[in-house]
């Protein structure tokens, strides 16, 4: 097993056969070209995506990867936990029966190991796409190691079980990622924590689990076990989970946990922890009140945001600025060596697969395509949507009130509840809403919220929208099929457009009506 990699844990038929498409045991590093036009440092998304481009471009490319390809994506984030929460959601399908008028409220029995198993098979039946084998396939000099700068054209390769290298580059990009931001809480030392390094690793339900941080991924997991049937408990500094969502979306959430059995310890400030007979102490204080809460726990969850992959990479040595958020970067993604890009976690703000996937294509454009400021692209002008995968989901695109308020932008907000929304009716699923923010007086869309089942899927004809500039009036002309969830966007179409129903255009209306059909 690969350096016995927490991730590979527990070392099944299906995480050797994600070992050997990610970090194949037998895998020997190439003999390296004289000089790369491009090396890329990681191979999750952004490493991957720019690679594999740069090479179906005619590039030399060579990436470096010291654990397994595919990054946090596929082996411990996105890919994971979504395989959970869909279990999750069937272990829920039971409270949802009584709703829909079946007898029994009880949830399927969960068999967790089972849950788990299938998750693994899932992640390893998809990873041949991030596959050593397939990178060499198209091209790529894949190596296995750490890689760190020697200097601004040389990057060496240092790995256990293989010579070190040098790697000659004319440009280079960092997208080495992040990992869980550990916080310093008083007894964390002292106790068996977990991250999503290793939460996908367990095997067995924790009867009560602790979770520390009420952001999307806490949030996400908290709610998942709860319906696996962990007694959970959330810790949140904030108000309110999901403090970056629309605070109203974020309520109609975190009043599903809470109907859901989830005990939220919200406000919670001065967290100090201690292992016990009987598991994991966790005490605190509530917010101003300074209130004393505890709660004991079998298993703990540090989810506290995220801190950039930047140790080891020996950034100096290349001239690379970075600070504590991360790789510095302008918006063309190039550091502050000229040579030298970077893209996904490691720099940005959006710490998601879909913003590392379109930052690697501005970083090829950028780096290997465009004559001096000519045919560069901007990272400012990407849209990038976000969705968070609870149930209900909730997912934005586009600018908060908030964020037009600090713009200057003048908005008008359409709201349409999903309790007049007919397929919602029907499936008995009328919490959320979807809410689209226009410039004032016009039908221009420059941001929406969705909090609904499939938020993460309906956002899109927003973004839709947004990126080629259709209007709101143009999205309520638009036939949508009946019923569907779809419809609820729509239905804000409509009432725009009543929105320039003027007293001219009613009296036109009048006469008209007048005429055809007299008084
Ligand atoms: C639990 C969880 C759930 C998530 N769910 C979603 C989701 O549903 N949707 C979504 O869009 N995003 C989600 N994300 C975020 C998403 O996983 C990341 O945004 C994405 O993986 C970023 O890709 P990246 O290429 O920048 O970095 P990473 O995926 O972190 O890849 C970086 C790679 O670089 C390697 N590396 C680092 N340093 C070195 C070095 N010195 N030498 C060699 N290799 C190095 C690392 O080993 C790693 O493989 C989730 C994240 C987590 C943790």
Redesign the pocket.
């Known amino acids: 097993m690969v350096h016995h990699l927490p991730q590979l844990i527990p070392f099944d038929q299906h995480n050797r056969d994600l070992e050997s498409n990610v970090h194949p045991p037998d895998w020997k590093n190439p003999n390296p070209a004289s000089n790369y036009h491009l090396v890329v440092?990681?191979?999750?998304?952004?490493?991957l995506v720019t690679a594999a481009a740069a090479a179906g471009l005619g590039a030399r490319v060579a990436l470096?990867?010291?654990?397994?390809m595919g990054?946090?994506?596929l082996n411990?984030?996105?890919v994971p936990?979504?395989s959970l929460i869909a279990a999750a959601r069937f272990a829920a399908s039971g409270q949802h029966g009584k709703k829909m008028g079946f007898a029994s409220s009880d949830s399927p029995r969960i068999h967790f190991p089972e849950v788990m198993e299938r998750m693994r098979k899932q992640r390893a039946q998809i990873s041949p796409v991030d596959s050593a084998k397939r990178f060499k396939e198209l091209g790529v000099d894949v190596f296995f190691g750490?890689?760190?700068f020697v200097n601004d054209q040389t990057i060496s390769v240092q790995s256990a079980s293989q010579p070190a290298t040098n790697l000659k580059f004319k440009k280079a990009v960092v997208?080495?990622?992040?990992r869980a931001k550990i916080p310093e809480i008083p007894g964390l030392g002292q106790v068996d924590f977990l991250t999503?390094e290793t939460l996908f690793s367990l095997t067995e339900l924790p009867p009560r689990l602790g979770v520390i941080g009420g952001g999307p991924?806490g949030c996400e997991i908290a709610q998942c076990f709860t319906r696996f049937g962990s007694d959970v408990s959330l810790f949140e500094r904030g108000a309110n989970v999901l403090g970056r969502e629309d605070s109203e979306a974020a309520k109609v959430v975190q009043s599903q946990f809470e109907k859901e059995g989830m005990s939220l310890f919200l406000e919670s400030n001065d967290l100090t922890l201690e292992k016990t007979e009987h598991g994991i102490l966790v005490r605190g204080l509530k917010g101003k009140t300074g209130k004393p809460f505890a709660a004991t726990v079998d298993k703990l969850l540090i989810a506290v945001g995220r801190t950039p992959?930047l140790e080891?990479?020996n950034l100096e040595s290349a001239n690379v600025a970075c600070n504590a958020h991360g790789i510095v970067v302008n918006d063309s993604l190039q550091t502050s060596n000229p040579k030298v890009f970077a893209?996904?976690?490691?720099c940005s703000k959006y710490?998601?697969?879909?913003?590392?996937d379109f930052q690697a294509r501005i970083v090829i454009q950028n780096a290997l395509f465009s004559i001096g400021p000519l045919g560069r692209k901007k990272a400012s002008q990407l849209l990038i949507p976000r969705a968070t995968?609870t149930s209900p989901e909730i997912a934005h695109v586009g600018l908060y009130p908030q964020e037009a308020k600090e713009q200057s932008i003048e908005i008008d907000t359409f709201t349409q509840s999903f309790e007049h929304v007919d397929r919602a009716i029907l499936e008995s699923a009328e919490e959320g809403f979807v809410k689209i923010h226009t410039r004032k007086g016009t039908d221009q869309i420059i941001g929406a919220t969705i909090v609904a089942e499939h938020a993460g899927d309906l956002i899109s004809e927003v973004s839709v929208a947004i990126t080629n500039k259709i209007g709101l009036s143009k999205i309520g002309a638009t036939i949508h099929p009946y019923p569907t969830y779809a419809d609820a966007i729509r239905k804000l179409g409509d009432q725009f457009n009543k929105t320039k129903l003027t007293p001219l255009n009613q009296k036109i209306l009048k006469w008209l009506l007048r005429i055809n059909v007299g008084r």
């Open positions: 440092i990681g191979a999750g998304t952004a490493g470096i990867e010291r654990d397994l990054g946090d994506c411990v984030g996105c936990s979504k750490q890689a760190s997208a080495s990622g992040a999503n991924i992959n080891n990479l893209a996904g976690d490691v710490k998601f697969t879909h913003a590392a995968y």
